[in-house]
């Protein structure tokens, strides 16, 4: 019958309520400082994570692995916040899993960063917002003696130029913070480079370019882009170049050819 059906229903609600209520149902919920936290349905207050401890760490600083750093394509190899800087957000449990590092550990973590032998390597989004994170950056981009593709897309960069990149063929180093070609790494071997979303103002300094085999090169989103000419002058610059901007070369971008001052003169016989 309907009575004795909603006698079963009310049981069951009863039955299932009481034990959610009973268990130790857990929410997670994002703390003031960005980490996810657990939080108690029963007290409401909200605790760390396990894996919270860990958010700063780079992948060499966890224990009981081989991985090196040719066989990550795309690592994080931004340093966390310092010691003071976590007990100031009040992040100490991040504190916990930090130690003091020997001379030996020290050398046995580069030696598992092996930055020598990367060929292929993503360092963009690293969310460099101080100065020793950079000064690390850029500790890594001097051991890139052999990589061939690399990628800083994104990581607010305004001077590379004391890096050498001896075998790099593709550079992207779009959406930074470069004003000038002069600011850029050696790369005597370059053949695709991307700068767009920088602030190029001047094509001064481009012809360092000229004498790599540079194919395609991308400057789109920069002010030089709207200069006069803007694609005559950078072929001018660059004869070897086969594409501007995604765009091949075409026969207008080609400046005519100088007219000598000994071929206007009229020979009269």
């Known amino acids: 019958s309907s009575s004795g059906l909603n006698t079963r229903s009310q049981r069951f609600c009863s039955s299932h309520s009481s034990a959610l209520s009973d268990s130790d149902t857990t929410l997670p919920v994002v703390s003031r400082h960005r980490g996810i936290q657990k939080q108690s349905t029963d007290s409401g207050i909200s605790s760390p994570l396990p894996s919270d401890s860990f958010k700063y760490l780079t992948w060499h600083e966890l224990k009981e692995h081989d991985v ?22 009040g992040e100490e449990e991040a504190l916990q899993v930090r130690k003091q590092v020997t001379e030996k550990e020290k050398w046995q973590q580069r030696q598992q960063e092996n930055w020598e ?24 981009l001097r051991r890139l003696i052999r990589v061939e593709r690399l990628w800083l ?31 850029l790494p050696k790369i005597p071997q370059i053949r695709h480079l991307s700068l767009a979303d920088n602030n190029i103002e001047t094509l001064s300094g481009i012809s360092d370019l000229r004498s790599t085999p540079l194919e395609s090169l991308v400057l789109m989103r920069n002010p030089c882009e709207f200069k006069e000419h803007y694609r005559e002058l950078v072929f001018s610059n660059l004869p070897n170049l086969r594409m501007l901007d995604g765009v091949p070369k075409l026969p207008e971008d080609c400046p005519p050819p100088e007219i000598s001052s ?5 020979t009269i016989l």
């Open 117 to 140: 032998n990367c060929a292929n390597l993503n360092l963009s989004f690293q969310d460099l917002g101080d100065a020793y994170q950079l000064e690390n950056l850029n500790r890594i």
């Open 153 to 183: 897309v994104d990581n607010s960069l305004t001077d590379l130029s004391a890096i050498r990149l001896p075998r790099c063929k593709e550079l992207n180093v779009s959406k930074n913070h470069f004003t000038s070609f002069k600011q």
């Open 262 to 266: 000994l071929s206007k003169i009229c």
């Open 68 to 89: 090196r750093g040719n066989q990550i394509r795309c690592p994080r190899v931004r340093e966390g916040p310092s010691e003071e800087e976590l007990f100031f957000r």
